[in-house]
């Protein structure tokens, strides 16, 4: 069925430094590839996102990336800050009429001043 | 504030006690979806309606579960004879119309507990 894998669970940076969080898909017909950033209490956060027919995207200081062959994208945050700090989420839109999304277990991100 | 409202914001039941909770999309938003997240996981398709159509309901929404968007605005989910397995939090999202692709916004949420 649909799925979505998320890795690692948890992750701990310093501040300044670079973070990754990776995903892969089982639907290869999917085509939506949004990230989500929750802090505590709060409703999920529209990010960044890419689709199927693009391979890299970039918003300052965050970037996504999609290898449609592997399955595979992944969150890329540079010059990390305090305030990055928050639970992100991957998400998967299998083909369908509806765009509902497949979230992956999300990764916890720590940036330490 | 112009963003998905959702109400209540907290609901705290006893076990076999009827719940709904609302969901105010986006205006103009005309596609709106309802998520379950429990701690811990990420948020777990429910159902999907399109204007006032239920066009996807997830297998995890059992019979006990209902939804309605009867004007193609607002949006209910209803849980009935509630059970302490569905105690999570109730997120609701909106999504313009398909020419803008699928961001999906995200509402509060209900946080529901039952005892």
């Known amino acids: 069925g649909e799925n979505v894998e998320q890795h690692p669970s948890t992750l701990s940076v310093q501040e300044g430094d670079s973070a990754v969080i990776k995903c892969t898909y089982s639907?290869?017909?999917?085509?939506?590839f949004p990230w989500y950033k929750q802090e505590l209490g709060k409703r999920p956060q529209l990010i960044i996102d890419?689709?199927?027919?693009?391979g890299e995207k970039k918003d300052q200081r965050i970037a996504v990336t999609l290898n449609k062959t592997a399955k595979h994208f992944s969150l890329h945050i540079t010059e990390t800050q305090p305030e990055d700090s928050a639970v992100y989420f991957c998400a998967a839109s299998p083909f369908s009429n509806t765009g509902k999304l497949i979230f992956g277990q999300g990764t916890t991100l720590q940036v330490k001043p | 504030d112009t963003g998905v409202s959702q109400d209540p914001r907290h609901k705290i039941t006893k076990r076999g006690q009827n719940v709904t909770f609302r969901c105010d999309p986006i205006?103009?938003?005309?596609?709106l979806y309802w998520y379950r997240q429990t701690l811990g996981q990420g948020p777990e398709f429910l159902t999907y309606f399109q204007n006032e159509a239920q066009l996807e309901k997830s297998r995890l929404l059992s019979d006990r579960f209902s939804a309605e968007r009867p004007k193609g605005s607002f949006s209910t989910l209803e849980i009935q004879r509630t059970e302490q397995g569905d105690s999570a939090m109730y997120l609701c999202a909106s999504s313009p119309p398909r020419a803008s692709f699928n961001e999906q916004f995200f509402g509060p949420g209900t946080r529901l507990t039952v005892l």
């Open positions: 205006s103009e938003h005309n596609r």
């Open positions: 890419i689709r199927s027919n693009v």
């Open positions: 639907d290869s017909a999917s085509n939506y």
